[in-house]
């Protein structure tokens, strides 16, 4: 009888372990993808030693524009430009997987005009079955387009007009020998706002692409929703409506194709400390929504020399490739993004607070900082642990995991310790769970 009992007891465990690999693999395939839009491919100046920086900062994926008038820069004249190759070239060289966004109109077919009619359509059609597959082995995702709902937000016409042009579009970049991420919408905040976004899903966009992009910016709203916690409850009932908006009532896969926070000195910034809260702050939140796919960063390099406008301080190094402090910040909290796993029964959202949990297996950490005035919170460890408290300050991100010299106080085999927290995330060691009761 001890003998049987002991079979099942190993029969368990064996699909036990097995569930976990399973896991684990699900995991790996659908690991966040940390982006950034570098504005770089249509320049002639060379992008490596700012790929190079994006690749010890643990990016995974680069955005940039493949515009219509430059592959077919005389009607019916189709190419390559030689800096595209030399961008995608130095990207695969980096493993940095490539965005590419196909559009912005063509002065030969009605001075730029969205394609709308069918002989523009047409066209922007041959030039994305050319493009696709001269790059077939460079890109890895194609955005239809981007921001369609710009110019009229509103007009269901507008909107089934551009689910039209998608449908066309991916079966185009389908025929393609390899499997590629098809993205469409690039949908702006005013567009999310006023349903351009619940047009496409109510059309059966999501019959021909992979996901639905988004550009969420909130850096100028006068509605409070400037802040990454504003920000990520107003990401929520947008996700909601797009849900109903489905067949099933499902999630909308989501890709946040364009997202930032400028560190501009006038109207709509903060200064680059702000910027680098606001940065870690956003992409830790974004893991509490699971069907959001990846964020992308926008953008790479400041656009301008004017620290009074927004628009040419949104980057995460300076024009001579200096590094901001959003720079350090994605890098010091990239591994996490990667390797961690999000666990929303042991997160907790209280008033200003924000005390995330994820695992690694059995390890454990909290990501915790608060909204308000700093404060001290009580921490609680999964394991019994020895001498103080280890985080990740993302003050000073350059620092990497500190010893904090708080210590752990344990009493009966339990141990927690009181550590402050402020506007920036902390990235807390907790030890380890018994491996029964890990997450994968």
Known sequence: MPIKRLTRLRRHSAFLLLGWFISCSSMADETFIIGVDTHLMNKSTTSAKALQLLEAAGVDSVRDDAYWSSAEPRRGLMRIEPAWQAYLSKAQEHHLRPLL???????????????????????????????????TDSVDFYEIWNEWDKENPVDPAFARDYSVLVEEASR??????????????????????????????????????DGLSLHPYVHC???ERNTPENWIAWLRRINEDLKEKTKNKTDVPLYLTEMGWPSNTGRCGGD??????????????????????????????????????????FGLLTQDLSLKLAYLTLKAISPTLHQFRYDAEKSREIDSQYLLRFARGSDQ????????????????????LRGNVQYIDTRQPQNGQVDSGIPWN???????????????????????RPALFALP
Not at 175 to 183: E, H, K, W
Not at 410 to 432: H, M, W, Y
């Open 221 to 223: 709203r006068s509605d």
């Open 410 to 432: 344990c009493n009966e085999g339990r141990c927690s310790a009181q550590v402050p927290i402020d506007e920036f995330p902390k990235i807390i060691s907790l030890g380890t």
């Open 272 to 313: 680059e400390k702000t910027q680098a809260a606001f940065l870690a702050r956003s992409f830790f939140l974004v893991q509490t929504m699971p069907n959001i796919k990846g964020m992308w960063w926008n953008g790479l390099l400041n656009d301008g020399p004017d620290s009074s406008d927004p628009e040419q301080n």
């Open 365 to 384: 950490i909290m990501v915790a900082w608060t909204a308000g005035l700093p404060r001290p919170i009580k921490v609680d460890a999964s394991s019994v």
């Open 101 to 135: 966004v196909l559009g912005y109109g063509n002065p030969f077919y009605d001075n730029y005009a969205k394609p709308r009619k069918p002989n523009v359509r047409e066209a922007y059609g041959n030039y994305i079955s050319f493009v696709t597959r001269q790059l």
């Open 172 to 209: 185009r970049i389908r025929s393609n020998q390899r499997p590629m991420v098809i993205l469409a919408g690039a949908v702006t905040s005013q567009g999310m706002d006023l349903g351009f976004a619940d047009r496409l899903v109510e059309s059966g966009i999501l019959n021909h692409v």
